[in-house]
């Protein structure tokens, strides 16, 4: 599966920000689909990720009330809704997406996701 994320940009704190990620080559519905961030000079962490089914979600606890994930199996997307950004926020976000997982199941070791798209860059300035 190949994927594409979009929708980044640079906004103020307190601003709201929609990532989506579009995906092709593969049966979206198939895959567990996280989203990941790397700020600078850190490590890439998984920050949210959606069971196949949608139905279940799993956030970062930091990003718990602020970060929304949700996908659209039949239109093979995948959209990250953040809103009250902070600039601790600033990073490449990157989608990713892991196979083999349950169609509930709604948390991936981050070392699964064996595709992953090109980043979007999201600049908070405070």
């Known amino acids: 599966v190949q994927l594409q994320a979009s929708g980044g940009g640079l906004v103020q704190a307190g601003d709201s920000l929609r990532l989506s990620c579009a995906a092709s080559g593969g049966t979206f519905s198939n895959y567990l689909m996280g989203w990941f961030r790397q700020a600078p000079g850190k490590e890439r962490d998984i920050i949210s990720s959606i069971s196949r089914s949608g139905r279940n979600k799993w956030y970062q606890d930091s990003l718990k009330g602020r970060f929304t994930i949700s996908r659209d199996n039949a239109k093979n997307t995948l959209t990250l809704e953040m809103t009250s950004l902070k600039p601790e926020d600033t990073a490449v976000y990157y989608c990713?997406?892991?196979?083999?997982?349950?169609?509930?199941?709604?948390?991936?070791?981050?070392?699964?996701?064996?595709?992953r798209g090109q980043g979007t860059q999201v600049t908070v300035s405070s």
């Open positions: 990713a997406a892991a196979d083999g997982y349950s169609f509930d199941a709604r948390y991936g070791s981050p070392s699964e996701y064996g595709y």
